[in-house]
């Protein structure tokens, strides 16, 4: 019987040299590279990381580096860290506000509306308004019934009315222009 080169025979070799060399045909613990940190400098990373969890593994081989005068890899640190259960995340992002939820936030904190409507909003009464061209009408009859500052639902989304001219200077202002989203 013959075979290729890399066919069945070789690999069956192989085996057997193995075996015979080391009296075992799996692979052995400690074949790679050598370990480059101690347990002192594993203690190390891991007490740095539970420190502040918001670092990098960059950030902590700077300070290795610095303080112990350490050379490392940051997938080093990685290794590190994975091995004594402790693994990167992506920050959790934050919870989706549904419409009723904030349409109820705003009315708690005491600004008037209509009601809440899912979805359509106020949509069906602005169309009546729309189709008699009275679109400025129906705004004016929020502002008489609810105020210069009001909430209603167009469609899907909130909105907030202001016509306060103190509140409208504070949002359009430079000053405070992170804070709203214009």
């Known amino acids: 019987m013959t075979y290729n080169r890399n066919g069945i025979q070789e690999t069956r070799q192989y085996i057997i040299r193995k075996y015979k060399q080391t009296k075992c045909i799996s692979n052995l613990f400690g074949s790679g590279g050598k370990r480059k940190t101690t347990a002192a400098t594993d203690r190390f990373i891991v007490r740095k990381i539970k420190i502040n969890r918001r670092k990098s593994a960059d950030m902590v081989k700077d300070e290795i580096e610095f303080e112990l005068e350490i050379?490392?890899?940051?997938?080093?640190?990685?290794?590190?860290?994975?091995?004594?259960?402790?693994?990167?995340?992506?920050?959790?992002?934050?919870?989706?506000?549904?419409?009723?939820?904030?349409?109820?936030?705003?009315?708690?904190?005491?600004?008037?509306?209509?009601?809440?409507?899912?979805?359509?909003?106020?949509?069906?009464?602005?169309?009546?308004?729309?189709?008699?061209?009275?679109?400025?009408?129906?705004?004016?009859?929020?502002?008489?019934?609810?105020?210069d500052l009001f909430v209603f639902g167009f469609g899907p989304i909130i909105r907030l009315v202001i016509n306060e001219p103190d509140l409208l200077a504070d949002v359009l202002s430079r000053t405070n222009a992170q804070n709203y989203i214009k």
């Open 71 to 147: 050379s490392l890899h940051a997938n080093t640190i990685q290794n590190r860290l994975h091995e004594a259960g402790l693994f990167g995340r992506i920050a959790r992002k934050k919870p989706l506000v549904n419409k009723k939820c904030l349409y109820d936030t705003l009315r708690a904190q005491g600004v008037n509306g209509e009601p809440f409507v899912p979805l359509i909003g106020q949509l069906p009464q602005f169309r009546r308004y729309r189709n008699t061209d009275m679109i400025m009408k129906f705004q004016e009859d929020l502002v008489k019934k609810h105020g």
